[in-house]
């Protein structure tokens, strides 16, 4: 078995330059960790909010911390003092608390919104005219400590390569149609089984976690 710098070296080969490689440390330890900040690392993704916030306070504070889970708005205030980007928001109202929680910290706190893009109704996310809703409505347009800065999507689980492509080109056509129109610069698509996919479907960010880290155990 390969070490985790090893991993992260070999991923890192397939990446071009301005991807961003979001190492996904969830249920992983603190020592394990360690060693991809060690190999240089600093893009961490975690999808519960307490889990991620015992980390950040263990660990180097030069470490990028990304929210990858899905949110509950009470929970904000938690990772509000230091969460880099939040890359699953499906609503107003949660970006809504996002604002606030970022101003109490006198931070502007980057997210991208999550869209619903696969053939499963476990996953979350909006639907595209709800993203036009979000950035066209006067309450957004009024947010001074959140922006989103780009679009995240999980395609379904599944074997079929030709879904999975299908799915990442949707969301890559809705992003080119409003990536100048409101600034956008990330396009966060690809996990350990499909990123190959979403980097020929113009992914700017992948989230990797098993491929790294190796397989997790949930008992
Ligand atoms: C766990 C997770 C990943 C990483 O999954 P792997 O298959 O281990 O690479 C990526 N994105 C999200 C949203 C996740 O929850």
Redesign the pocket.
Known sequence: MNSIKENLEQIKTSLAEDVTLVA?S?TKPVAEIMEAYNAGHRDF?E?KIQEMTEKWEQMPKDIRWHM??HVQRNKVKYMAPFVSLI??VDSLKLLKEIEKQAKKNNRVIECLLQVYIAKEDTKFGLEAEEISAIFESEEYKNFKSVRIVGLMG?ATFTENENQIAKEFQFIKSFYDQLKNKYGLQELSIG???DYQVALNHGSTMV?????IFGE?NYD
């Open positions: 996904v969830k993704g999808n990858i889970g890359q699953a999980m996990m350990s089984s989230r990797i976690g098993s491929a997790r």
